[in-house]
């Protein structure tokens, strides 16, 4: 019997428990050098202003990369899964268009 402290479900717990801790500090690193380069932030928002329609170009990309997988993955083994389920699958996914519509509304109307 091994007792490697890595292996088996405390093993996955601890490592799930480290790489939360590690993107927390490394979020922590990058907004102390934001604020330390720009403690206002009016270069940052210039910047997101700037380049805002790069950004929303970057963003349609992720939602075609969400929606492709999404209808070639995930629908067709839901259905298959849940044959009954099909009105709420629809009832979903409209939700989930709602919610990108609001998200790009509110991107765009708090632009600077």
């Not at 996955?12 to 690193?29: E, K, P």
């Amino acid at each position: 019997m091994r007792l490697n402290p890595l292996s088996g479900h405390i093993g996955r717990i601890l490592l799930m428990v480290l790489l939360i801790l590690l993107m927390t500090a490394s979020m922590f690193a990058i907004a102390a050098v934001f604020m330390a380069y720009d403690p206002d932030g009016h270069i940052t928002r210039r910047w997101l202003h700037d380049s805002r329609w790069g950004l929303f170009a970057w963003r349609l990309v992720l939602y075609g990369c969400l929606i492709t997988a999404w209808i070639l993955k995930v629908r067709p083994q839901a259905l298959i899964r849940w044959p009954d389920g099909r009105p709420r699958l629809v009832r979903m996914e409209l939700m989930g268009v709602l919610f990108l519509v609001a998200t790009e509304y509110v991107a765009w109307t708090s632009a600077v």
